[in-house]
């Protein structure tokens, strides 16, 4: 049962054209991230929610932002999506910070056009 | 800066034969270290975790090693399956801070 739940699992964009991707978990876990993925590399962090604290990577561009109405849901919004920002997003969600594992969503995979 | 390395970026293995997989980390304050399962189009899964308190831990044929002397962890995968081959990362965290993930070895099982 999936217990981090990604839509849509593929997503196609127009250059500059705002898109946002969801997220939601069963988990009741405190904390979500949200992580971007190019091909053969490692996930890189963007930001992530700490119950409702925002705590934002010092290199992610403003051209990412983040929403997290409810325990269960989080949103990313990339307002004006270039051709590098094609790429696979990643949820994740963990009960705290410290020394608890990382649960991933399957992703949302984003062209861009 | 902290820095995850691991020293083989791709691995091929006979099946049924045992594989390790490496990684070195340079931060001497990591003190929980994970590694992780990534299949092609899927996000990556948990395997197994470790804290510096110990230097050995095992699960259901996997076992992970802690060496802190040198900070270098591994991997080890017993009776390799087809199933097996995916792209494994470890992850280390130092208290209060998110996890660092290294650059990844894929993991090839031959028939």
């Known amino acids: 049962d999936a217990m981090v739940i990604q839509n849509p699992r593929y997503q196609v964009t127009q250059f500059g054209k705002p898109v946002t991707l969801s997220c939601s978990q069963t988990?009741?876990?405190?904390?979500m991230y949200w992580y971007q993925q190019k091909s053969s590399q490692a996930p890189k962090l963007l930001f992530h929610?700490?119950?409702?604290?925002?705590?934002n990577e010092a290199d992610t561009p403003d051209n990412f932002q983040s929403r997290r109405p409810n325990t269960s849901f989080c949103f990313l919004d990339i307002r004006s999506p270039g051709l590098g920002d094609a790429a696979m997003y990643l949820c994740?969600?963990?009960?705290?910070?410290?020394?608890?594992?990382?649960?991933f969503g399957d992703g949302t995979r984003l062209s861009i056009l | 800066g902290e820095s995850v390395g691991l020293h083989l970026p791709t691995l091929s293995v006979q099946e049924g034969d045992n594989s390790i997989i490496n990684c070195a980390y340079s931060n001497s304050a990591s003190d929980y270290f994970i590694w992780y399962k990534q299949e092609s189009g899927k996000g990556p899964q948990f395997i197994i975790d470790?804290?510096?308190?110990?230097d050995k831990r095992q699960g259901q044929r996997v076992t992970v090693l802690l060496n802190k002397t040198v900070k270098h962890l591994s991997l080890q995968i017993a009776a390799t399956q087809p199933g097996d081959s995916a792209v494994y990362f470890c992850?280390?965290?130092?208290?209060?801070?998110?996890?660092?993930f290294g650059g990844g070895t894929r993991v090839l099982v031959k028939p």
């Open positions: 992850a280390l965290g130092a208290a209060g801070n998110k996890l660092t």
């Open positions: 470790i804290r510096s308190n110990m």
């Open positions: 988990l009741n876990h405190n904390v």
């Open positions: 929610y700490y119950d409702k604290d925002f705590n």
């Open positions: 994740a969600t963990s009960r705290d910070h410290v020394d608890q594992p990382q649960h």
